[in-house]
Protein backbone atom coordinates (compact mmCIF):
# COMPACT_ATOMS: atom_id res chain seq x y z
CA UNK A 1 0.00 0.00 0.00
CA UNK A 2 1.18 3.75 -0.59
CA UNK A 3 2.43 5.26 2.35
CA UNK A 4 -0.06 8.25 0.95
CA UNK A 5 -3.44 6.06 1.83
CA UNK A 6 -2.19 5.72 5.42
CA UNK A 7 -3.83 7.65 8.13
CA UNK A 8 -1.46 9.82 9.97
CA UNK A 9 -1.48 7.35 13.06
CA UNK A 10 0.25 4.68 10.85
CA UNK A 11 2.13 7.09 9.43
CA UNK A 12 3.83 8.42 12.81
CA UNK A 13 4.79 4.92 12.99
CA UNK A 14 5.75 3.04 9.55
CA UNK A 15 5.63 6.31 7.37
CA UNK A 16 8.89 6.22 5.08
CA UNK A 17 10.52 3.88 6.61
CA UNK A 18 11.66 -0.08 5.62
CA UNK A 19 13.43 -2.79 7.52
CA UNK A 20 16.89 -2.50 7.88
CA UNK A 21 17.81 -4.37 4.25
CA UNK A 22 20.71 -6.21 5.90
CA UNK A 23 19.41 -7.76 9.04
CA UNK A 24 15.90 -6.70 8.63
CA UNK A 25 15.79 -5.11 11.60
CA UNK A 26 12.46 -2.84 12.38
CA UNK A 27 13.76 -0.12 14.06
CA UNK A 28 16.33 1.71 11.57
CA UNK A 29 19.86 1.20 13.22
CA UNK A 30 22.37 3.62 14.48
CA UNK A 31 24.89 4.01 11.87
CA UNK A 32 27.43 5.32 13.84
CA UNK A 33 30.39 6.30 11.37
CA UNK A 34 31.77 9.13 9.34
CA UNK A 35 32.19 7.70 6.32
CA UNK A 36 31.67 3.77 4.10
CA UNK A 37 33.30 2.65 1.66
CA UNK A 38 33.68 2.90 -2.20
CA UNK A 39 34.20 0.07 -4.43
CA UNK A 40 35.58 2.55 -7.12
CA UNK A 41 35.88 6.24 -7.02
CA UNK A 42 32.36 7.46 -7.12
CA UNK A 43 31.19 4.31 -7.14
CA UNK A 44 29.19 3.50 -3.73
CA UNK A 45 26.17 2.13 -1.92
CA UNK A 46 24.88 5.66 -2.13
CA UNK A 47 26.90 6.93 1.52
CA UNK A 48 29.80 8.87 1.05
CA UNK A 49 30.38 10.83 4.44
CA UNK A 50 28.18 11.10 7.32
CA UNK A 51 27.55 14.92 6.86
CA UNK A 52 26.28 14.67 3.23
CA UNK A 53 24.00 11.42 4.25
CA UNK A 54 23.81 8.82 7.29
CA UNK A 55 20.88 5.66 6.95
CA UNK A 56 19.41 6.93 10.54
CA UNK A 57 19.13 10.51 9.46
CA UNK A 58 17.67 9.34 6.43
CA UNK A 59 15.13 7.43 7.89
CA UNK A 60 14.17 10.09 9.91
CA UNK A 61 14.09 12.78 7.13
CA UNK A 62 11.59 10.31 5.34
CA UNK A 63 9.60 9.87 8.32
CA UNK A 64 8.77 13.90 8.98
CA UNK A 65 7.85 14.33 4.78
CA UNK A 66 5.96 11.49 5.34
CA UNK A 67 4.10 12.99 8.15
CA UNK A 68 3.67 16.41 7.05
CA UNK A 69 2.27 14.95 3.24
CA UNK A 70 5.76 15.87 1.61
CA UNK A 71 8.38 14.07 -0.79
CA UNK A 72 11.37 15.71 0.84
CA UNK A 73 12.69 16.09 4.29
CA UNK A 74 15.69 17.35 6.15
CA UNK A 75 17.42 16.59 9.77
CA UNK A 76 18.96 19.21 11.51
CA UNK A 77 20.76 20.11 14.37
CA UNK A 78 18.43 22.45 16.21
CA UNK A 79 15.40 23.83 15.43
CA UNK A 80 17.55 27.27 14.73
CA UNK A 81 19.92 25.35 11.81
CA UNK A 82 16.60 24.86 10.20
CA UNK A 83 15.37 28.06 10.23
CA UNK A 84 19.24 29.31 9.47
CA UNK A 85 18.47 26.57 6.34
CA UNK A 86 16.36 28.65 4.91
CA UNK A 87 17.01 31.94 5.42
CA UNK A 88 20.03 30.79 3.34
CA UNK A 89 17.86 30.77 0.28
CA UNK A 90 17.96 34.81 0.41
CA UNK A 91 19.92 37.29 -0.87
CA UNK A 92 21.15 40.58 0.29
CA UNK A 93 18.33 43.36 -0.28
CA UNK A 94 15.59 40.35 0.23
CA UNK A 95 12.69 40.85 2.80
CA UNK A 96 10.90 38.81 4.93
CA UNK A 97 7.08 39.22 5.98
CA UNK A 98 6.66 37.81 9.21
CA UNK A 99 4.01 37.53 11.76
CA UNK A 100 5.02 39.83 15.27
CA UNK A 101 4.14 36.98 17.65
CA UNK A 102 7.30 34.42 17.34
CA UNK A 103 9.92 32.38 19.55
CA UNK A 104 12.07 34.47 20.34
CA UNK A 105 15.20 32.69 19.27
CA UNK A 106 13.88 33.03 15.58
CA UNK A 107 13.14 36.70 16.17
CA UNK A 108 16.82 36.70 17.76
CA UNK A 109 18.40 35.23 14.39
CA UNK A 110 16.08 37.09 12.06
CA UNK A 111 17.24 40.82 13.73
CA UNK A 112 20.75 40.07 15.33
CA UNK A 113 22.19 37.54 12.56
CA UNK A 114 20.54 37.89 9.07
CA UNK A 115 20.12 41.51 9.30
CA UNK A 116 23.38 42.29 9.17
CA UNK A 117 23.56 40.15 6.02
CA UNK A 118 21.34 43.25 4.19
CA UNK A 119 18.03 40.87 4.73
CA UNK A 120 15.11 42.87 5.67
CA UNK A 121 12.40 41.88 8.84
CA UNK A 122 8.62 43.19 8.70
CA UNK A 123 7.04 42.47 11.75
CA UNK A 124 3.43 41.90 11.31
CA UNK A 125 -0.47 41.06 12.98
CA UNK A 126 -1.39 38.46 10.48
CA UNK A 127 -4.32 37.45 12.18
CA UNK A 128 -5.36 41.13 10.84
CA UNK A 129 -6.47 40.64 7.42
CA UNK A 130 -5.18 43.30 5.76
CA UNK A 131 -1.54 42.21 6.68
CA UNK A 132 -0.20 41.69 3.20
CA UNK A 133 0.03 45.17 2.56
CA UNK A 134 3.36 45.15 3.79
CA UNK A 135 4.51 42.85 1.05
CA UNK A 136 6.80 44.67 -1.26
CA UNK A 137 8.12 43.15 -4.39
CA UNK A 138 11.25 42.88 -2.77
CA UNK A 139 9.51 40.13 -0.17
CA UNK A 140 10.92 36.80 -0.76
CA UNK A 141 9.66 34.73 1.72
CA UNK A 142 6.72 35.14 4.18
CA UNK A 143 7.61 32.89 7.74
CA UNK A 144 4.11 32.50 10.35
CA UNK A 145 4.19 30.20 13.38
CA UNK A 146 0.73 28.88 13.95
CA UNK A 147 -0.23 28.65 16.75
CA UNK A 148 2.06 30.97 17.73
CA UNK A 149 4.39 31.01 20.55
CA UNK A 150 3.42 32.13 23.26
CA UNK A 151 0.11 33.62 22.75
CA UNK A 152 -1.55 30.82 20.57
CA UNK A 153 -2.57 33.15 17.60
CA UNK A 154 -3.89 30.75 15.46
CA UNK A 155 -3.13 32.02 11.72
CA UNK A 156 -4.77 30.83 8.03
CA UNK A 157 -2.05 29.52 6.39
CA UNK A 158 -4.57 28.89 3.31
CA UNK A 159 -4.66 32.45 3.04
CA UNK A 160 -1.27 33.49 3.51
CA UNK A 161 -0.40 30.35 0.80
CA UNK A 162 -2.41 32.75 -1.68
CA UNK A 163 -1.20 36.08 -0.42
CA UNK A 164 2.76 34.48 -1.07
CA UNK A 165 2.11 32.60 -4.19
CA UNK A 166 0.27 36.09 -5.74
CA UNK A 167 3.61 38.22 -4.92
CA UNK A 168 5.95 35.29 -5.96
CA UNK A 169 7.25 34.35 -2.28
CA UNK A 170 7.63 31.40 -0.21
CA UNK A 171 5.74 30.51 2.93
CA UNK A 172 7.42 28.78 5.34
CA UNK A 173 5.08 27.87 8.59
CA UNK A 174 6.57 26.92 11.95
CA UNK A 175 4.50 23.87 12.90
CA UNK A 176 6.14 22.80 16.64
CA UNK A 177 3.28 23.60 18.24
CA UNK A 178 0.64 22.03 16.10
CA UNK A 179 2.76 19.08 14.91
CA UNK A 180 1.58 16.92 11.46
CA UNK A 181 -1.23 15.43 13.91
CA UNK A 182 -2.82 18.33 14.36
CA UNK A 183 -2.11 20.47 11.13
CA UNK A 184 -0.47 19.15 7.90
CA UNK A 185 0.69 23.12 6.38
CA UNK A 186 1.60 21.38 3.03
CA UNK A 187 -1.76 20.67 2.25
CA UNK A 188 -2.88 24.30 2.86
CA UNK A 189 -0.20 25.50 0.46
CA UNK A 190 2.63 26.19 2.40
CA UNK A 191 6.07 25.47 0.37
CA UNK A 192 8.03 24.54 3.40
CA UNK A 193 6.93 23.45 6.83
CA UNK A 194 9.83 23.40 9.95
CA UNK A 195 10.07 22.16 12.81
CA UNK A 196 11.51 22.40 16.41
CA UNK A 197 11.99 18.40 16.94
CA UNK A 198 13.03 19.13 20.07
CA UNK A 199 9.71 19.51 21.10
CA UNK A 200 6.54 17.52 20.41
CA UNK A 201 8.12 15.65 17.50
CA UNK A 202 11.06 14.23 20.15
CA UNK A 203 8.49 14.58 22.86
CA UNK A 204 10.27 13.15 26.14
CA UNK A 205 12.91 16.48 26.23
CA UNK A 206 15.59 13.86 25.37
CA UNK A 207 16.81 15.29 22.27
CA UNK A 208 17.56 18.43 20.23
CA UNK A 209 16.78 18.76 16.54
CA UNK A 210 15.50 20.77 13.89
CA UNK A 211 13.29 19.74 10.57
CA UNK A 212 12.29 20.52 7.24
CA UNK A 213 9.69 19.17 4.76
CA UNK A 214 8.85 20.13 1.53
CA UNK A 215 7.01 18.95 -1.85
CA UNK A 216 8.94 21.00 -3.83
CA UNK A 217 11.48 19.60 -5.80
CA UNK A 218 14.12 22.08 -6.64
CA UNK A 219 13.58 23.47 -3.12
CA UNK A 220 14.58 20.63 -1.55
CA UNK A 221 17.34 20.69 -3.95
CA UNK A 222 18.95 24.04 -2.65
CA UNK A 223 17.93 22.54 0.90
CA UNK A 224 20.15 19.35 0.60
CA UNK A 225 23.01 21.97 -1.03
CA UNK A 226 22.51 24.28 2.63
CA UNK A 227 22.17 21.31 4.86
CA UNK A 228 25.48 19.60 3.15
CA UNK A 229 27.35 23.15 2.48
CA UNK A 230 26.87 24.36 5.78
CA UNK A 231 27.09 20.80 7.79
CA UNK A 232 24.23 21.81 10.60
CA UNK A 233 23.24 18.11 10.54
CA UNK A 234 21.81 15.88 13.05
CA UNK A 235 24.33 12.96 14.31
CA UNK A 236 22.58 8.88 14.11
CA UNK A 237 21.97 8.66 17.67
CA UNK A 238 19.73 11.79 17.91
CA UNK A 239 18.02 11.31 14.76
CA UNK A 240 17.47 7.24 16.17
CA UNK A 241 16.24 9.41 19.85
CA UNK A 242 13.86 11.34 17.21
CA UNK A 243 12.70 8.28 15.29
CA UNK A 244 11.52 6.79 18.37
CA UNK A 245 9.85 9.71 20.04
CA UNK A 246 7.69 9.95 16.57
CA UNK A 247 6.32 6.40 16.73
CA UNK A 248 4.05 6.95 19.49
CA UNK A 249 3.21 10.85 18.60
CA UNK A 250 -0.35 10.35 17.95
CA UNK A 251 -1.12 9.13 21.41
CA UNK A 252 0.66 10.97 23.25
CA UNK A 253 -0.89 14.65 21.27
CA UNK A 254 -4.38 13.20 22.29
CA UNK A 255 -3.59 12.99 25.11
CA UNK A 256 -1.73 16.47 25.25
CA UNK A 257 -4.96 18.03 23.79
CA UNK A 258 -7.40 16.15 26.27
CA UNK A 259 -5.47 17.99 28.98
CA UNK A 260 -4.71 21.28 27.62
CA UNK A 261 -8.33 21.32 27.28
CA UNK A 262 -9.12 20.74 31.12
CA UNK A 263 -6.21 23.34 31.93
CA UNK A 264 -7.69 25.82 29.87
CA UNK A 265 -11.47 25.41 31.06
CA UNK A 266 -9.66 25.17 35.02
CA UNK A 267 -7.84 28.60 34.41
CA UNK A 268 -10.68 30.32 32.69
CA UNK A 269 -12.91 29.62 35.73
CA UNK A 270 -10.07 30.90 38.43
CA UNK A 271 -10.83 34.45 39.94
CA UNK A 272 -6.44 35.23 39.92
CA UNK A 273 -6.29 33.94 36.67
CA UNK A 274 -7.40 37.54 33.70
CA UNK A 275 -7.07 36.53 30.05
CA UNK A 276 -6.27 32.78 28.85
CA UNK A 277 -4.93 31.50 25.44
CA UNK A 278 -6.12 28.51 24.12
CA UNK A 279 -7.17 28.26 20.47
CA UNK A 280 -9.85 25.68 21.67
CA UNK A 281 -12.32 28.59 23.76
CA UNK A 282 -14.85 29.84 21.46
CA UNK A 283 -13.56 33.55 22.81
CA UNK A 284 -10.55 32.77 21.19
CA UNK A 285 -9.93 35.15 18.06
CA UNK A 286 -8.50 32.49 16.18
CA UNK A 287 -10.76 29.89 17.28
CA UNK A 288 -12.69 29.25 13.85
CA UNK A 289 -9.41 29.35 11.96
CA UNK A 290 -8.21 26.55 14.41
CA UNK A 291 -11.81 24.47 13.45
CA UNK A 292 -10.93 24.70 10.19
CA UNK A 293 -7.52 23.70 10.05
CA UNK A 294 -6.58 21.88 12.99
CA UNK A 295 -7.38 18.52 14.28
CA UNK A 296 -7.63 19.16 17.62
CA UNK A 297 -6.49 22.68 19.31
CA UNK A 298 -3.50 21.50 21.45
CA UNK A 299 -1.42 21.09 24.45
CA UNK A 300 -0.16 24.75 24.60
CA UNK A 301 -1.63 27.44 27.24
CA UNK A 302 -0.88 30.75 27.89
CA UNK A 303 -2.56 33.03 30.75
CA UNK A 304 -2.11 36.00 32.56
CA UNK A 305 -2.10 36.21 36.63
CA UNK A 306 -4.57 38.84 37.53
CA UNK A 307 -2.99 42.37 38.83
CA UNK A 308 0.21 40.81 39.30
CA UNK A 309 3.67 41.92 38.08
CA UNK A 310 6.82 40.00 37.71
CA UNK A 311 7.71 39.03 41.00
CA UNK A 312 3.89 37.70 42.02
CA UNK A 313 4.15 35.98 38.58
CA UNK A 314 7.62 34.88 39.13
CA UNK A 315 6.23 33.03 42.64
CA UNK A 316 3.20 31.69 41.38
CA UNK A 317 5.56 29.64 38.82
CA UNK A 318 8.12 28.78 41.17
CA UNK A 319 5.39 27.28 43.46
CA UNK A 320 4.41 24.82 41.08
CA UNK A 321 5.59 21.11 42.06
CA UNK A 322 3.87 18.79 39.06
CA UNK A 323 4.88 21.38 36.66
CA UNK A 324 8.36 21.69 36.42
CA UNK A 325 9.81 25.38 35.82
CA UNK A 326 11.91 25.24 32.63
CA UNK A 327 12.62 25.80 28.82
CA UNK A 328 11.58 24.22 26.45
CA UNK A 329 7.95 22.56 25.75
CA UNK A 330 6.20 19.59 24.37
CA UNK A 331 7.86 16.64 26.31
CA UNK A 332 5.56 14.17 28.17
CA UNK A 333 6.26 16.03 31.30
CA UNK A 334 4.12 19.20 31.75
CA UNK A 335 6.56 22.20 31.92
CA UNK A 336 5.69 26.07 32.71
CA UNK A 337 7.73 29.00 32.17
CA UNK A 338 7.51 33.05 31.98
CA UNK A 339 8.05 34.16 28.33
CA UNK A 340 9.21 37.56 29.08
CA UNK A 341 12.00 36.88 31.55
CA UNK A 342 12.76 33.28 29.63
CA UNK A 343 11.79 32.16 25.91
CA UNK A 344 11.33 35.49 24.57
CA UNK A 345 13.86 37.52 27.40
CA UNK A 346 15.61 38.25 23.21
CA UNK A 347 13.06 40.17 22.09
CA UNK A 348 13.28 44.00 23.22
CA UNK A 349 10.41 44.78 26.10
CA UNK A 350 8.29 47.31 23.87
CA UNK A 351 8.05 44.80 21.09
CA UNK A 352 7.33 41.83 23.27
CA UNK A 353 4.43 43.46 25.05
CA UNK A 354 3.11 44.54 21.75
CA UNK A 355 1.84 41.44 21.21
CA UNK A 356 0.84 40.36 24.61
CA UNK A 357 3.80 39.41 26.27
CA UNK A 358 3.92 40.81 29.83
CA UNK A 359 5.53 40.53 33.21
CA UNK A 360 2.42 38.37 34.34
CA UNK A 361 2.08 36.10 30.97
CA UNK A 362 2.56 32.21 32.17
CA UNK A 363 3.44 29.63 29.30
CA UNK A 364 2.19 26.06 30.15
CA UNK A 365 3.30 23.10 28.40
CA UNK A 366 0.15 20.53 29.44
CA UNK A 367 2.13 17.02 29.36
CA UNK A 368 0.47 13.98 29.74
CA UNK A 369 -0.22 13.41 33.81
CA UNK A 370 -3.39 12.48 35.53
CA UNK A 371 -5.24 15.73 34.55
CA UNK A 372 -6.47 16.29 38.38
CA UNK A 373 -2.70 16.09 39.81
CA UNK A 374 -2.24 18.93 37.10
CA UNK A 375 -5.41 21.12 37.71
CA UNK A 376 -4.47 20.69 41.61
CA UNK A 377 -0.89 22.54 41.46
CA UNK A 378 -2.27 24.97 39.32
CA UNK A 379 -4.80 25.59 41.83
CA UNK A 380 -1.67 25.30 44.88
CA UNK A 381 -0.05 27.76 43.14
CA UNK A 382 -2.54 30.14 42.40
CA UNK A 383 -4.02 30.17 45.91
CA UNK A 384 -0.73 31.36 47.47
Excluded at 69 to 74: D, K, R, V
Excluded at 273 to 293: D, I, T
Aim: with cysteine; net charge negative.
Amino acid sequence: MDHKDLHIETLAIHGGQHPDPTTGAVMPPIYQTSTYAQEYPGKHKGFEYSRSQNPTRYALERSIASLEGGEYGAAFGSGLAAIDCMLKFLSPGDEVVACNDLYGGTYRLFTKVFSDYGIKFTFVDMSDENWFWTISPKTKMVWMETPTNPMLNVLDIAQASSVAKAHGAMLVVDNTFATPYLQRPLDLGADVVMHSGTKYLGGHSDVVLGLLATKDEKIAEKMYFIQNASGAILGPMDSFIALRGIKTLHVRMDRHCENGEAVAQFLANHPKVGKVYWPGLKEHNGHEVAKRQMKKFGGMVSFTVKDAGFEATAEVVSAMKVFTLAESLGGVESLSGHPASMTHASIPKEEREKVGVTDNLVRLSVGIEHVEDLLADLAQALDR
